[in-house]
């Protein structure tokens, strides 16, 4: 298996642009997350998915912020519009719960620059 | 008061020494816990899950304190590939499969 794929691995974008961050979670995962890390705030959850429903999207910072699953094998981050304070890494990471002890695996990040 | 905290050091060691890191969490209805591993610029990846009845894995051990609410991962005869960043991460496992991580840990192994 490939991993969890995102893309793309560098964003370079200009103060009011939209921005779409994608993940391809690892096959036969039913969760899915997404995590955004910066020096100051660490790793934190933005939302998760199970079994492609948003379960808790209580960390996504305001409205300028949507994620989507249409399906097992997809899902987007979109920023609009986006502001020099969303630069970050961006990780999504997937898991399959079959118990207690899973393990989640992250995708490599997107690097986000928002001048 | 965070859910997951850690010390985020730098802890600067010497090759070989043994050094411990702790993190406590704040929810006592906690279910599973992990140590991930973070190298520079690089995405978390497992490096063992903690069980209540503590666990070894090489120079690793890894322990579990419900009552206190507190886990540790304790590294021995540590090497400079060791030098990392190591998170604590909870799960709430009623919640959903909702990770929770702490904010790091960074060591520093040094020749």
């Known amino acids: 298996d490939a991993g969890v794929i995102q893309s793309p691995r560098h964003e370079v974008t200009e103060m009011g642009q939209e921005v779409t961050l994608r993940c391809k979670p690892i096959?036969?995962?039913?969760?899915l997350f997404w995590y955004r890390q910066t020096m100051m705030r660490g790793l934190e959850l933005l939302i998760y998915?199970?079994?492609?429903?948003?379960?808790?999207d209580s960390g996504m910072p305001e409205d300028r912020f949507s994620a989507k699953m249409p399906n097992a094998s997809f899902s987007t981050l979109k920023i609009q519009p986006s502001e020099p304070r969303d630069s970050a890494v961006y990780f999504c990471a997937s898991r399959h719960v079959r118990a207690a002890y899973t393990e989640a695996f992250f995708g490599q990040g997107t690097r986000l620059t928002v001048v | 008061r965070k859910e997951v905290e850690q010390d985020p050091g730098p802890f600067n060691v010497p090759e070989g020494a043994t050094v411990a890191f702790n993190c406590t969490y704040s929810n006592s209805a906690s279910q599973s816990f992990f140590w991930y591993r973070q190298d520079c610029r690089k995405e978390p990846k497992l490096l063992m899950s903690v069980y209540s009845s503590g666990n070894e894995d090489g120079r690793f051990t890894a322990q579990l304190n419900r009552a206190s609410q507190y886990i540790s991962l304790l590294i021995r005869d540590s090497k400079l590939s060791d030098s990392a960043t190591y998170l604590c991460?909870?799960?709430?496992?009623?919640?959903?499969?909702?990770?929770?991580f702490g904010g790091g840990t960074r060591l520093m192994v040094k020749p």
């Open positions: 998915f199970n079994n492609n429903v948003p379960i808790d």
């Open positions: 991460v909870v799960t709430l496992n009623n919640a959903g499969n909702m990770l929770t």
């Open positions: 096959s036969g995962h039913n969760s």
